[in-house]
């Protein structure tokens, strides 16, 4: 019901078809691989089209932040501002080495294993 | 008298009068899950054996004069929550069989306090949704309809108060994961202000925006559940050395005084659906003749607010997710011969499809090139929000709005329009952007028999503002009396 608020394209039937809309697009198929690649994920083939177009639409939404001037604007990463939120380094009740395994996939001797990463 | 269709209060009455047992409760609430959770899918694992030796200990306390306001009150817990010994899965299939080692410390109050933890509750896999329908595990439905949806991401939370299979609940808002789905189901929910409720042992989705709070029966048991679960902890360098009051002693009649702000861009909204409307209207009314002030108020930043929430959201989960490697917990594919190939099947395998939108949208918006332009810009934005709410908490004490656009929608409407569904979340996540408290009361019904929600917002670190405003609400109304069919 907001998206009366959106130029999306699936509402506008004067914008051109795919591929010639890629062009404005904010995001590329190619920059979701490389984007995807980074975050260890892979996408599929069959779903690359669709999650491109959900992800390109969302960006476009998000651009209507440049609306807004924020030239004289300190940024907040966090609502309750709080400066060295410091603790005595004390030891106090922590996991066994047993209980911090006990999630593991794998594991052996105490330790956690992964497939080989050196000596190829 | 059906127990399970009790408040904590009255449990509370009848467990110290020693007219009922909290064996007997407990039964009672697992024999209604047992009756209709079949149709509504709160669930996802009930720990029925652990639920009745709980149950056990706490009528051993009792006998010995040892009673607080939530000892032998049966829980639901929304499952992002760890809980010691009892699997925690987060609706996602890369942590199906995770059993935490350690307790939250919310439920270590929750166990301190003699509460019964009957199971575990859905959500959207790790709380990324408003609909519950991205659980990696199974679909939850709206009590009172079951062809739609309960809100989300407590959805479960919010579907097993509403259908009495428990007397409280647990779940978390990151962006009105507690208040939606407790507007969309005709419960009180309630998100504390950010660091009142420490978040150790929540699994993280967006760090500064998580929070931890009560869905209940009505405001007193809100006020309940929220006096056992807050107060500054070691272990969350995030929560907040503050006093924690006595929020029940809020609880009383009178609004004389009380300036109430409604913000004109929330009100006037285009989209807001017309029974909605209605419902906000003469909740409005009422207020204003129980002897509160009225105040028109402006928040000008509130068009941006989605905008920013769904960068700033999606960067930190993006950080937060990247532990999800299938080393020391979680899913693993077995046929990864090499550790790159390990990470990508562990996490293209294990995670949904919205997971991994906001991961790809976070992993973007921070990396080389366009950190500036999206987390530098999106975090600008929001400190212009947060200065909307404090120039209006200048001319009034709370802040009335709707809590969604619209009464809950059907299951698959808007399953495949990820923004539409972000959009929806317009008048719940500038309360999690501003770190600032928020409360959803039931405020009505639609034409077709759906709950309405009332949303109040106050100053950081006074949530006994909004218990009072809301218990004067409700105590002049029935909506929070009313049950659905099932």
Redesign the interface.
């Known amino acids: 019901?907001?998206?009366?608020?959106?130029l999306?394209k699936q509402d506008s039937f004067l914008l051109p078809t795919y591929p010639v809309w890629e062009f404005f697009m904010t995001?590329t198929k190619d920059?979701?691989i490389h984007?995807?690649n980074?975050?260890?994920?892979?996408?599929n083939e069959a779903?690359l089209d669709k999650?491109a177009d959900?992800?390109d639409?969302?960006?476009e939404?998000?651009?209507?932040?440049?609306?807004?001037d924020?030239s004289k604007?300190?940024?907040?990463?966090?609502?309750?501002a709080?400066t060295n939120?410091f603790?005595e380094d004390r030891v106090k009740e922590h996991?066994e080495n047993s209980?911090?395994l006990?999630?593991?996939?794998?594991k052996e001797d105490g330790a956690?294993v992964?497939?080989?990463?050196v000596g190829r | 008298m059906k127990l399970h269709e009790l408040t904590i209060h009255e449990a509370h009455e009848l467990l110290k009068q020693k007219k009922i047992s909290s064996s007997e409760l407990t039964k009672a609430v697992l024999d209604q899950i047992e009756a209709v959770d079949e149709k509504v899918g709160a669930y996802i694992s009930i720990f029925e054996e652990n639920a009745m030796k709980q149950a056990g200990e706490a009528d051993k306390a009792i006998s010995r004069g040892e009673i607080q306001p939530l000892t032998g009150i049966p829980m639901a817990i929304k499952d992002l929550i760890c809980t010691k010994g009892l699997r925690t899965t987060c609706a996602s299939k890369i942590l199906e069989?995770?059993?935490p080692?350690?307790d939250a410390t919310v439920m270590k109050k929750l166990n301190k306090a003699g509460a019964v933890t009957v199971g575990k509750v859905n959500m959207d896999e790790f709380a990324m949704g408003s609909s519950t329908e991205n659980s990696g595990l199974k679909l939850t439905c709206n009590p009172w309809d079951l062809a739609r949806i309960p809100g989300g991401s407590s959805g479960g939370s919010a579907a097993s108060v509403a259908a009495d299979m428990c007397i409280g609940s647990l779940g978390s808002d990151t962006g009105g994961s507690i208040r939606q789905p407790a507007s969309h189901c005709g419960v009180v929910g309630m998100k504390p202000?950010?660091?009142r409720v420490s978040r150790y042992g929540l699994v993280a989705f967006a760090s500064?925006l998580d929070q931890i709070g009560p869905l209940a029966k009505d405001v007193t048991d809100g006020a309940l559940i929220l006096n056992t679960i807050s107060g500054y902890d070691?272990s969350d360098?995030?929560s907040?050395p503050e006093d924690v009051p006595d929020f029940t002693a809020f609880l009383k009649k009178d609004l004389k005084g009380i300036t109430v702000g409604l913000p004109k861009e929330y009100h006037s909204s285009?989209?807001l659906h017309p029974d909605v409307a209605a419902s906000i209207k003469n909740a409005v009314n009422t207020i204003q003749s129980l002897g509160a002030e009225l105040v028109e108020i402006s928040l000008p930043?509130t068009?941006?607010a989605?905008?920013?929430y769904?960068?700033i959201a999606p960067c930190e989960a993006?950080s937060n997710l990247?532990r999800y490697?299938?080393?020391?917990?979680?899913?693993?594919d077995k046929d990864?011969?090499?550790?790159?190939?390990?990470?990508?099947?562990a996490?293209?395998k294990g995670?949904g499809?919205e997971v991994?939108?906001r991961?790809?949208?976070g992993?973007?918006a921070l990396?080389a090139g366009y950190y500036d332009a999206?987390y530098?810009?999106?975090?600008?934005?929001?400190?212009?929000i947060?200065e909307d709410f404090k120039n209006a908490f200048q001319t009034c004490d709370v802040l009335l709005s709707p809590v969604t656009?619209?009464p809950a929608f059907k299951i698959g409407e808007n399953a495949d329009d990820?923004?539409?569904m972000?959009?929806?979340d317009?008048f719940t996540l500038s309360a999690n952007?501003?770190?600032?408290p928020g409360i959803s009361v039931p405020c009505g019904f639609s034409e077709n028999g759906l709950p309405i929600g009332l949303q109040l917002m106050g100053r950081?670190f006074n949530e006994e503002m909004l218990i009072k405003v809301a218990y004067n609400f409700e105590q002049a109304t029935d909506f929070h009396k009313k049950k659905p069919n099932l």
């Open positions: 019901m907001y998206s009366v608020m959106l999306r995001i920059e979701i984007v995807a980074l975050a260890r994920l892979e996408i779903s999650f959900q992800i639409e969302i960006l939404y998000i651009n209507t932040l440049n609306q807004v924020t604007v300190q940024g907040t990463s966090h609502a309750i709080l939120s603790r996991l209980q911090a006990s999630n593991a996939p794998e956690f992964v497939p080989k990463i | 069989n995770f059993i080692p350690y202000t950010y660091g500064s070691p360098s995030t907040v285009e989209g930043h068009r941006y989605v905008a920013a769904y960068v993006s990247a490697d299938g080393v020391r917990y979680g899913f693993r990864s011969n090499d550790l790159i190939q390990m990470y990508r099947n996490k293209s995670f499809t991994q939108r991961i790809i949208l992993t973007y990396s999206y530098g810009k999106a975090s600008q934005v929001r400190t212009l947060m656009p619209s990820p923004l539409t972000y959009l929806s317009i952007l501003a770190g600032i950081h």
